[in-house]
């Protein structure tokens, strides 16, 4: 009874493992083979003929049996924290055992472990989950000990994982590579995309450099602002430009007409970039007044071509996703313009719809 008591808490800690394991790669192939055990859980092997079962299976069996009472001592032994113990067990009793990988996993997480036997099981790629839930858990160490080299000396090229990219990145801009880093957090804020506390700190440590201007924080108020649901985002970075003397007129006239974008005409004709993000909201809430005004509006403020495509590309969005009345002839004349394949693939699933 104590002995399937110990088996059954290997098994716990072993599925606790794995299972956080496939957060970071739902998709990761099953680099560990079932155990022999599985393979033979059907069948007694005792009861089998002895002409079905070779002597070398037998023997298989026995030496798995023995390893997997090592790899349950091994987990008691690393629950006490006596890991002078565990390593002994790792070598002398667990070579060649499936999941002795995750004893080695657990060693090379804590504090004292060698970066050479870190980086030595990362690339080694025995176990893609593991592999990366260790280069995943030293670059936060590292970020959090501003230890911007070990972080590039984890990761030499870059990660998949957003997060993981931001630490990258912050890592190269501390250490001294910083255009990479600059161009990667002003895309994000010009394309308006939700970026999470990690990546938002690379870009709070580009603004205190000086790399993250006011027009580029001004950029992800513009792109946000027009959008039905990043109203997070556009308040977020506004907050951002609170204390900037020269987005603090623009900044009125958004927060003021963004419930009622409808109101753009008192706007003065000389900000024009104001009336332009307001109108262009204007026609992402309203696209058939917008459509009804937009000569109007053109002639009053005299927006750029960019402004005006960026415009109608806002009443297109809403007229061909989200409304029933659609003017199919004022979609046809401006979709050939923007070039948008999804926007495409809707005008024609509309049309066979309709």
Not at 195 to 206: E, F, I, K, Q
């Amino acid at each position: 009874m104590i002995k399937q008591k110990k088996y059954f808490k290997a098994a716990a800690l072993t599925l606790a493992v794995m299972l956080q394991s496939a957060v970071l790669c739902s998709c990761a192939r099953a680099d560990i083979p079932p155990s022999f055990e599985e393979n033979t859980s059907r069948m007694d092997v005792s009861m089998r003929p002895a002409a079905v079962i070779p002597e070398a299976e037998i023997h298989d069996y026995d030496r798995y049996r023995k390893q997997r009472d090592s790899y349950v001592l091994s987990l008691d032994e690393y629950a006490a924290g006596r890991y002078d113990e565990v390593e002994r067990i790792l070598k002398s009793d667990l070579a060649g055992y499936p999941l002795a990988v995750n004893i080695e996993y657990l060693m090379l997480r804590r504090p004292d472990a060698q970066l050479s036997d870190v980086l030595s099981f990362i690339r080694s790629d025995r176990h893609e989950i593991l592999s990366a839930r260790l280069k995943s858990h030293y670059m936060y160490r590292f970020d959090k000990e501003d230890d911007y080299a070990g972080i590039l000396r984890v990761s030499p090229t870059i990660p998949q994982s957003e997060d993981l990219r931001c630490l990258w990145f912050k890592a190269r801009y501390k250490t001294g590579d910083k255009p990479d880093a600059v161009s990667f957090i002003r895309k994000k804020f010009a394309d308006a995309v939700p970026l999470n506390s990690t990546c938002m700190g690379l870009a709070s440590v580009l603004s205190a450099g000086g790399d993250l201007k006011p027009s580029d924080i001004y950029a992800r108020v513009r792109e946000s602002y027009w959008t039905r649901n990043k109203q997070g985002i556009y308040r977020a970075a506004a907050a951002m430009l609170k204390n900037s003397k020269e987005y603090s007129v623009t900044l009125k006239y958004l927060a003021k007409y963004y419930d009622n974008p409808a109101g753009y005409g008192a706007i003065p004709v000389s900000d024009t970039a104001s009336a332009v993000s307001v109108f262009r909201r204007y026609g992402r809430v309203e696209p058939r007044g917008a459509l009804s005004e937009l000569k109007s509006f053109t002639e009053k403020y005299h927006p750029s071509e960019s402004d005006v495509r960026k415009i109608k590309k806002a009443i297109l969005i809403s007229l061909l996703f989200e409304r029933y009345d659609i003017p199919f002839d004022f979609i046809d004349a401006e979709l050939p313009k923007l070039g948008d394949e999804d926007m495409f693939k809707q005008r024609i699933r509309l049309a066979i719809w309709n």
